[in-house]
């Protein structure tokens, strides 16, 4: 799998690192550290990450194609709000 | 009658794109201009051998071990199976005239619109015979971050680091975190000058001690020496020590791919491919193009919030949101284009510490702390110019950031209003700390030609490019080159 994180949007949340620790690692308090090619086994952690993050900062692509945007901008403030 | 419409139409469905440079920005704009309807040929040039792949895991996940250096292909939103993409073969020259690109291995790509985003890439030591020492290392492509981790894995006596941007600090942060001795060498006042200021980047001078960097600022490396073998074994520095190194990365900036169009007619040169906010390239007598686009590191536009100067971003997110504008525009129709007006903003991890910053804070000459406080390195600064905060930068409070976007965007005052939150007792402005006479990277090379008003054009003069030794990268006299960030 192909994995990256939008590091301008992301804010720390960590929703990731706990849903796929193995892929995702929060250093301190704010910076997050991914691994951009995890195993495919890690497909449906990966996406439950990306799902969940509350700025959709995580776009990823699997092997069969399968691709997950990261949300534009505008609309990742609106969820916020 | 055939209308503009019918001709974007048969463009959209028939045209052929070529796009130089197969990284960040070339990638997003070959999405972008799928998703948006373009039917047509899609060419993909790239002087790496590989798929577009992210550069900033390359200098942490990358150098730490944790991932592999070809590990960081970026993921695609749109399926891209129909591309030619041409990799491993870099563009020499472009004839606009006759809407071809020469590759470097003989072939042509003809194309009705391009797009350039050929980037940058590091400045070698400028002494040749000592750059080619073994363990003098770049840090910009995968191939040089798998040959920096392998120095680093031989477990060298001394690592050095010679300039103090982003870059050379990010890989002395990952030095300090695997127990390797490492020296930093800096030429200005503190590290990370260049895009934060001085009082801000004595913060970061801090946070190196404190991890036992040996930082040595106002201080550039004289010479390389190397052994017999032609491996590296020591550097003279200019306060007059000798030190014994096996491993030194040169980290003093960047030089922008704009050689092979030299002969294109296009105002492209050592400061970058300029462009208009719709991200059409001038020519070099500054008259806009119509089906020449630049994205990306390359590019060097102008911006409302700064006064309209032209500014060259070297960030991640100015390269994937560029190439959405140019891409849009290249698919659409001259009425419906879009401006490239977004804030800038990037990040840099180094030792622990998540740094980021939006705006241009190089553009300001006051700082004053908001939030948090400089002693506990966990702050918020904001920059000031003529009483208009144009940029804050955080150190460890990053999700006050977006605060401090909307001031930025709607010219608010300076200092701004404070949040109710983590404010200190008093609020002292103080000078940001940018040098206020920047130091030219480049002589004039460009001269007029010609006696009567219709016949004067503007050429290129064959002049010496002026080589930066021993320091780290200096704002360009006519833009704001931020250093470096992601």
């Known amino acids: 799998m192909r994995v990256v994180v939008n590091l301008n949007r992301c804010q720390g949340y960590a929703q990731c690192c706990f849903l796929a620790p193995e892929s995702f690692k929060l250093i301190g308090d704010e910076a997050l550290l991914y691994n951009p090619a995890p195993d495919d086994s890690m497909r449906e952690k990966i996406e439950r990450a990306a799902a969940a993050c509350p700025v959709q900062a995580i776009a990823f692509e699997s092997t069969d194609g399968y691709s997950h945007n990261a949300t534009p901008q505008e609309e990742a403030h609106g969820h916020q709000a | ?272 491919i300029t462009c208009d906010a719709g991200c059409r390239a001038f020519d070099i007598n500054g008259i806009v193009t119509d089906d020449i686009f630049v994205a990306g590191d390359v590019s060097r536009f102008p911006h409302p919030l700064y006064g309209y100067q032209l500014m060259v971003l070297e960030h991640w997110g100015n390269a994937v949101e560029q190439a959405k504008i140019a891409a849009h525009n290249m698919v659409s129709e001259s009425t419906s284009r879009r401006p490239y007006l977004v804030i800038p903003a990037f990040w840099s991890f180094q030792f622990g510490n998540n740094i980021k910053s939006v705006g241009l804070p190089p553009f300001a000459d006051e700082v004053v702390v908001m939030q948090g406080s400089l002693e506990k390195e966990r702050f918020i600064a904001a920059y000031g110019h003529k009483g208009r905060i144009v940029a804050a930068v955080s150190f460890n409070q990053g999700k006050w950031l977006p605060y401090y976007e909307r001031q930025i965007a709607a010219a608010g005052p300076f200092p701004p209003d404070p949040p109710a939150y983590d404010t200190p007792t008093a609020f002292e402005i103080t000078p940001a700390g940018f040098a206020k006479i920047p130091v030219p990277t480049t002589t004039p090379s460009i001269a007029l030609t010609g006696y009567i008003p219709s016949e004067m054009r503007a050429t290129y003069l064959d002049a010496p490019s002026t080589t930066l030794k021993n320091g780290a990268a200096t704002r360009s006299q006519a833009s704001f080159a931020s250093e470096r960030g992601q």
């Open chain 2, 1 to 272: 009658m055939v209308t503009r419409r019918d001709v974007l139409q048969h463009f959209l469905k028939n045209g052929r794109v070529a796009i130089v440079g197969a990284s960040l920005a070339g990638l997003t704009a070959a999405e972008q201009m799928r998703a948006e309807g373009f039917a047509g040929h899609l060419t993909i040039i790239g002087d790496e051998p590989y798929e577009p792949y992210d550069r900033p895991p390359l200098s942490k996940q990358v150098l730490t071990g944790w991932v592999p250096a070809n590990h960081t292909t970026l993921p695609h939103s749109y399926d891209l199976g129909d591309v030619d993409w041409r990799l491993g073969v870099a563009a020499s020259e472009l004839d606009i005239a006759n809407r071809k690109i020469q590759l470097a291995d003989g072939q042509a790509v003809d194309f009705d619109r391009v797009l350039l985003a050929t980037g940058v890439r590091a400045r070698p030591w400028p002494e040749a015979e000592e750059a080619a020492l073994d363990g003098v290392c770049l840090l910009r492509t995968c191939d040089d971050a798998q040959r920096l981790w392998e120095h680093l894995e031989a477990r060298p006596r001394r690592v050095l680091v010679i300039g103090a941007g982003f870059t050379g600090s990010e890989v002395a942060s990952v030095c300090a975190e695997k127990g390797l001795p490492v020296t930093v060498t800096e030429r200005s006042v503190s590290p990370l000058v260049s895009a934060l200021g001085s009082k801000i980047g004595a913060v970061a001078a801090q946070i190196q001690r404190q991890h036992g960097v040996d930082l040595r600022c106002n201080t550039t490396v004289t010479a390389l020496q190397g052994d017999k073998q032609g491996h590296l074994r020591c550097a003279h520095l200019s306060d007059g020590s000798v030190l014994d190194v096996d491993v030194a990365i040169i980290a003093l900036g960047s030089i922008r791919n704009t050689e092979w169009l030299r002969s294109s007619g296009l105002a492209a040169g050592q400061l970058g």
